[in-house]
C-alpha cells in the first residue's frame, strides 16, 4: 500500500484526545513539539490507569482475594497488548522501569555471565578481555554508558561505528568493525537527536554473521513507525512507556526466548523465585526471571491503553503523518538564514525530529524565545554528548512531533526561529 492510500490522521481534531494541549501559555496557545523527551498522554490513557488504582489495585501474583486475581489479569493482558504492539509475544516482554533500566540489565546480566554466574547456558555470553562490543556515534547515554561499564569491568573493548557528516551511519566503517571479535552490537534503531532510521536490518545482518548478540534502542521508533521486533531479527530490545502516550516508570525490554532463558538474573528478590533455602534459590523462567520485587503495575495497565490508541490510530498512518510533518519541518528549517540543520541526509527515512542550531545564539536563548510564542522545544546534548561533539557543538534545539502535530504547529516554529536572530541582535 502507498503512502498516499493509507488513512490520513486528522492532527486537528486528534489534539481533543490531550487534555494537556487544552491550554495557553504565557497567553499563546500550546504548540507542544517535545514529545521525542516526554510523549503527552490521550485522556484514555490517564482513565486506565485512575480506573486501576480506584477499582483494581492490589498486588499481582500473590493473593487469592478478587482484587489480586483481578489486578494479576490486567497486569498480564497489558503484557500481551504491549507485547503484540512489537510483534512480540507476551513471554517475551519484560518489564521495566523504562529503556535505560532495560539496557542495563542486559549489560549486568552479561557481567554476571562473564562472573560464572548463573546457568551453564549463560556462558554463551560470558566476555573475556579483548572481546568487542560495537555501538554506535549517534547513541544516548543510556545505550552507550552501560556498555562502557561492562567493557571497564570485563576488559572487553568498546568500538563505534562513526556517522557521516549528514548524520547517516558509515556502513562500510560498520562492516569493517563488526568481525570475529565482536561479541555485541548495540544500537538505535532511530536516532533521538537527527530522528534518521538506521539501517538495522542490514547492522543484524552483519552481526549474526560473526555470532554476536543484538542490542536495539527503539524509544524513538517504537511509538513512531511500524515495529515487528522478530521480524527485525534482533536479539533484545528496549523502549520507554513515556516516549510512547504512556506514563513514567514503565517500559519493557523484548527479548528473544533462548536469549531471555539463558541470560542470568540481574535483580533478586521476591517475585522472581521457586524455591529459596537460606542457602540457594532457583528462578523463573523469563521474564518472571527478570522482574522481582513490586512491579509497575497501574503503568503497565495504562501502557496497554497506550499501546491500543496507537493500534487504533495505525502505525503505518501515524507514520506517514509525523515523515510529512517532518519534511514540512525540515524543509521551513533549512530555509532559514543562519540556521544549521544536524543529519540533513537528503532522501534518509526518518520520523518527525529535527535538531538544529542558530548561528551566534545560545540553544538555551532559542527554547526561551521560543517558548514566550507558547513553543515547547527541548534543548541541550539530548543526552548524546558524543554526537555533539562529532558535529562541533554542546547543544542544540530539537523539535520533534507527534500524531497531534499540525502543519500550522510546524509554521509557528518556522517563523518563530526565524525570529530569534533579529530579536538576539545577531541578524546579518
Known amino acids: 500500500m502507498s503512502t498516499t492510500d493509507l488513512p490520513r490522521l486528522d492532527a486537528a481534531a486528534l489534539r481533543a484526545d490531550f487534555p494537556i494541549l487544552d491550554q495557553s501559555i504565557g497567553g499563546e496557545r500550546l504548540v507542544y513539539l517535545d514529545s521525542a523527551a516526554t510523549s503527552q498522554k490521550p485522556r484514555e490513557v490517564v482513565d486506565a490507569e485512575v480506573a486501576f488504582l480506584t477499582r483494581a489495585n492490589s498486588a499481582v501474583h500473590r493473593g487469592a482475594h478478587t ?16 507485547a503484540g504492539f512489537v510483534g512480540a509475544e507476551p513471554e517475551n516482554l519484560v518489564w521495566t522501569s523504562g529503556a535505560t533500566m532495560s539496557l542495563n540489565l542486559v549489560a549486568y546480566a552479561i557481567g554476571n555471565a562473564t562472573a560464572g554466574r548463573g546457568a551453564p547456558a549463560s556462558a554463551r555470553f560470558a566476555l573475556e578481555p579483548g572481546d568487542e562490543i560495537v555501538v554506535t556515534e549517534i547513541e544516548h547515554h543510556a545505550n552507550l554508558i552501560p556498555w562502557q561499564e561492562l567493557a571497564a569491568r570485563t576488559g572487553a573493548v568498546l568500538r563505534h561505528i562513526p556517522v557521516h557528516d549528514d548524520g547517516t551511519l558509515d556502513m562500510d566503517a560498520a562492516a569493517a568493525l563488526i568481525g570475529e571479535r565482536t561479541r555485541i552490537v548495540a544500537v538505535t534503531h532511530v536516532s533521538n537527536v537527527l530522528g534518521i532510521v538506521n539501517p538495522v536490518a542490514d547492522l543484524v545482518a552483519l552481526a549474526r554473521a560473526v555470532g554476536a548478540l543484538t542490542v536495539l534502542d527503539a524509544c524513538q521508533s517504537a511509538p513512531h513507525l511500524p515495529l515487528d521486533l522478530p521480524a527485525l531479527g534482533v536479539d533484545l530490545a528496549a523502549f520507554s512507556g513515556h516516549k510512547m502516550m504512556g506514563p513514567y516508570g514503565v517500559g519493557a525490554l523484548y527479548g528473544r526466548t533462548n536469549v531471555l532463558d539463558a541470560l542470568p538474573a540481574f535483580l533478586t528478590g521476591g517475585s522472581m523465585v521457586t524455591t529459596v533455602t537460606l542457602d540457594e534459590s532457583e528462578f523463573l523462567p523469563a521474564p518472571q526471571k527478570f522482574e522481582a520485587g513490586t512491579q509497575p503495575v497501574s503503568q503497565a495497565v495504562a501502557l496497554a491503553a497506550a499501546a491500543r490508541y496507537l493500534d487504533r490510530l495505525g502505525m503505518a498512518a501515524v507514520h506517514a503523518h509525523e515523515r510529512e510533518i517532518g519534511r514540512r519541518m525540515m524543509s521551513g528549517l533549512r530555509g532559514i538564514p543562519g540556521v544549521r540543520l544536524l543529519g540533513d541526509a537528503d532522501g534518509a527515512e526518518r520520523i518527525g525530529v529535527a535538531s538544529f542550531e542558530v548561528e551566534g545564539v545560545h540553544a538555551h536563548d532559542v527554547g526561551q524565545f521560543l517558548d ?23 547543544a542544540s534545539v530539537r523539535a520533534s512531533a507527534s500524531v497531534f502535530t499540525t502543519e500550522d504547529d510546524i509554521d509557528a516554529l518556522i517563523d518563530g526561529v526565524s525570529a530569534v536572530r533579529a530579536y538576539f541582535g545577531v541578524d546579518a
Request: glycine letters at 8%; charged letters at 25%; one cysteine or more.
Open 67 to 82: 482484587l489480586a486475581a483481578e489486578a494479576t489479569e490486567l497486569f498480564e493482558d497489558a503484557r500481551t497488548a504491549v
Open 372 to 394: 514566550a510564542r507558547g513553543i515547547a522545544v527541548r534543548v541541550g546534548h539530548h543526552c548524546a554528548k558524543p554526537l555533539h561533539a562529532r558535529f562541533g557543538l554542546t
